[in-house]
């Protein structure tokens, strides 16, 4: 099992970017999948996390993050609207997953820079 993370860059204030979470190899179900971030120094922090009963964003991007999501693939999408130069950071997709065994495991992604130009 894998995830995979795209979609980071570099970006002027007030843009726009969108990040890809795609879950592969044999998965069950997919419990809850969301994004965390990561500044040098600090603790890594929850962004947006989203499962079949809810969507949760923090408060600091509430309004201006969304996350959409492809079940087909298996893929959610993280998009990011009037970005900050506070929201540069690593982010990172995480999932809870359900393999076909029935256990339930926590999966990261690897980590992409957003970088927000002021």
């Known amino acids: 099992v894998q995830l995979q993370a795209s979609g980071g860059g570099l970006v002027q204030a007030g843009g726009s970017l969108r990040l890809s979470c795609a879950a592969s190899?044999?998965?069950?179900?997919?419990?809850?999948m969301g994004w965390y971030r990561q500044t040098p120094g600090k603790q890594r922090e929850l962004v947006a996390i989203?499962?079949?009963?809810?969507?949760d964003y923090a408060a600091s991007v509430k309004g201006r993050f969304t996350i959409s999501r492809d079940n087909a693939k298996n893929t959610k999408y993280l998009q990011m609207n009037s970005l900050k130069p506070e929201d540069t950071a690593v982010y990172y997709c995480?999932?809870?997953?359900?393999?076909?065994?029935?256990?339930?495991?926590?999966?990261w992604g690897q980590g992409t820079l957003v970088t927000v130009s002021s």
């Open positions: 995480n999932a809870r997953l359900t393999l076909p065994d029935l256990t339930v495991r926590h999966y």
């Open positions: 989203t499962s079949s009963r809810s969507t």
């Open positions: 190899g044999s998965i069950f179900s997919i419990n809850a």
